[in-house]
T-cell receptor, first 114, second 114 residues
Framework: AQSVSQHNHHVILSEAASLELGCNYS??????LFWYVQYPGQHLQLLLK??????LVKGIKGFEAEFIKSKFSFNLRKPSVQWSDTAEYFC????????????FGKGTRLSVIA | DGGITQSPKYLFRKEGQNVTLSCEQN?????MYWYRQDPGQGLRLIYY???????QKGDIAEGYSVSREKKESFPLTVTSAQKNPTAFYLC?????????????FGPGTRLTVL
């Protein structure tokens, strides 16, 4: 079965630290990749997505992700986190045909402390 | 404002009772989804619908049922056959062209079965 792995369950960082959250998937071939974020008390929302082209994707709030096909990875990064980045982050994948629903990872909870 | 509404926010039921969770969207989206979110488990797909009067089982459909009689509504019934119904339930919608379209999520319903 296709799957998405997020190896970090809970990450704790100080403000201004750099962030990298891992995401690996098991689909063969090309894929569509997403990061969704769930801030405390808010709706889950799209952070960024990759379909094709430049493997470095920019999202909202200074986040970016890099698609590395050879590693089946789509890691999320931010150079300097803020307290407001405290949230749960979900990686998701669907095949390029788009005819199969998204498969979500188990999520990574990020806690940013002052 | 366009968006997805789920009601109620919190729901308590006795074991053995069926309960229906409401999901309404005014985004004119064709596709709608129900997910279950448990701590450390990410989002798991229960049912999805790409068009009115049609829906498909997701990964964990056992013990759940849905209907899609109107484009804007996709209610989920948690039946007494669901072995562990206590969870946070999220509804989402997308424009529906493909499953790669951005999904928009509601605020969720937290169901507790006593």
């Amino acid at each position: 079965a296709q799957s998405v792995s997020q190896h970090n369950h809970h990450v704790i960082l100080s403000e201004a630290a750099s962030l990298e959250l891992g995401c690996n998937y098991s689909y063969g071939g090309t894929v569509n990749l997403f990061w969704y974020v769930q801030y405390p008390g808010q709706h889950l929302q799209l952070l960024l997505k990759y379909f094709s082209g430049d493997p470095l994707v920019k999202g909202i709030k200074g986040f970016e992700a890099e698609f590395i096909k050879s590693k089946f990875s789509f890691n999320l990064r931010k150079p300097s986190v803020q307290w407001s980045d405290t949230a749960e982050y979900f990686c998701a994948v669907t095949p390029p045909s788009g005819n199969t629903p998204l498969v979500f990872g188990k999520g990574t909870r990020l806690s940013v402390i002052a | 404002d366009g968006g997805i509404t789920q009601s109620p926010k919190y729901l308590f039921r006795k074991e053995g009772q069926n309960v229906t969770l409401s999901c309404e969207q005014n985004l004119n989206h064709d596709a709608m989804y129900w997910y279950r979110q448990d701590p450390g488990q990410g989002l798991r797909l229960i049912y999805y619908s790409q068009i009115v009067n049609d829906f498909q089982k997701g990964d964990i459909a056992e013990g759940y049922s849905v209907s899609r009689e109107k484009k804007e509504s996709f209610p989920l019934t948690v039946t007494s056959a669901q072995k562990n119904p206590t969870a946070f339930y999220l509804c989402a919608s997308s424009s529906g062209g493909t499953y790669a379209d951005t999904q928009y999520f509601g605020p969720g319903t937290r169901l507790t079965v006593l």
